[in-house]
């Protein structure tokens, strides 16, 4: 069965500093998608990085890396200089190759400090 | 960017009462989708349609439930008998595919009271 699992039910950070935000998942399908979105206050859903099971670098957007390690089967997403603006809710989800849907975790609610 | 549009952004009702939550998706996507969010929980799949019919619904989606594509551009959710426990964010999403690697756009969400 399909499962993601995000351990961190909140984070601080200063601003500027890096934040780690952890991700598990768990899939007997060897070919996937993983994937990071923002949710702020406002409630939208926002698309930050995507990396795939068969890529062999570690895919990365502006200041959003995501550290892939498969043989744990983590996908953790690294912010760097984090931003006031960062301050919002983090979903790491999965979508098995043929699957169709997005399975998400269950969140972990970043807060940047000045 | 091309982007999913839902309306109404916030909808208040009675219990009891019938909702439709309207979506729509990019234009040239072809796989649908419904996922629900409680406050301050994890982001829930309902139901992914595709080709006119529905092809997975999750156990959330009960004969209360029902989607459509009406039209060549909307998709539609409707709830036929509010119970307070459906009060929730319901977001739309589409793909161009189904395949892993496809991304799914969702619409900023309709924010639903059931009172």
């Known amino acids: 069965a399909q499962k993601i699992t995000q351990t961190q039910p909140g984070m601080f950070v200063q601003e500027k500093e890096a934040v780690t935000l952890d991700c598990t998942y768990d899939?007997?399908?060897?070919?996937?998608?993983l994937f990071w979105y923002k949710q702020p206050s406002s409630g939208e859903m926002i698309f930050l990085i995507y990396?795939?099971?068969?890529?062999?670098q570690n895919a990365t957007e502006g200041r959003y890396s995501l550290n892939f390690q498969k043989a744990r089967k983590s996908a953790n997403l690294v912010i760097s200089a984090s931003q006031l603006g960062d301050s919002a809710m983090y979903f790491c989800a999965m979508r098995e190759e043929q699957g169709g849907k997005l399975i998400f975790g269950q969140g972990t609610e970043l807060s940047v400090k000045p | 960017e091309p982007e999913v549009t839902q309306t109404p952004s916030h909808q208040v009702t009675q219990m009891g009462q019938e909702v439709i939550l309207r979506c729509v998706p990019i234009?040239?996507?072809?796989?649908f989708y419904w996922y629900r969010q409680i406050l301050g929980q994890k982001v829930e799949f309902l139901v992914s349609f595709y080709n006119n019919e529905i092809s997975e619904k999750s156990e959330i989606f009960d004969d209360q439930f029902s989607v459509e594509r009406p039209d060549g551009s909307n998709f539609t959710l409707k709830i036929r008998s509010t119970k307070l426990e459906d009060s929730a964010m319901y977001f739309c999403?589409?793909?161009?595919?189904?395949?892993?690697?496809?991304?799914?756009?969702f619409g900023s969400g309709t924010q639903l009271s059931v009172l």
């Open positions: 899939t007997s399908d060897p070919s996937y998608g």
């Open positions: 999403a589409s793909s161009e595919s189904r395949q892993g690697a496809e991304k799914l756009f």
């Open positions: 234009s040239n996507h072809l796989y």
């Open positions: 990396q795939g099971s068969y890529d062999q």
